[in-house]
Every structure is written in structure tokens, then in C-alpha cells.
């Protein structure tokens, strides 16, 4: 299975969805563990690494396209 790309910025898909209804995360913070914001509500989630990869169910947006455009 080939390993999902993600970087900082990137607006992610979850397989299950927040409490609030979406299930739309942007990754804020990356090392170690993962921290994620909800779009819809913007509360925030620090999550291990490999939890997040296992969880993660592909990238909407990502913040490398946003940049191409800008420049």
C-alpha cells in the first residue's frame, strides 16, 4: 500500500468525522505527533503520527497547490 503524502497546511479527509459533522481537518502541526484543526468548528486535536496515518483517508487541498497559485 503506498504511503499517503501530507504536509503542514494540507486540508485533510478523516474516515470518521468530528462531533460537529465534518470530517475536513487542516494539519497545523507536525512532528512526532500531529496536531489537526476541525474546518468546521476549529477545535484542535494532537494526535500520534501513526494514528493520524492510519485514520487519515486522503487530502482535500493541499497547501503546496495553494502556493503554486499564489506565485
Known sequence: MEKKQYQLGDIVQMKKPHPCGTNEMEII??????????????????????KFE???KKVLRSNAENEEESS
Open 29 to 50: 502541526r507536525m512532528g512526532m505527533d500531529i496536531r489537526i484543526k476541525c474546518v468546521g468548528c476549529k477545535h484542535s486535536v494532537l494526535v500520534p503520527r501513526t
Open 54 to 56: 492510519s485514520k487519515l
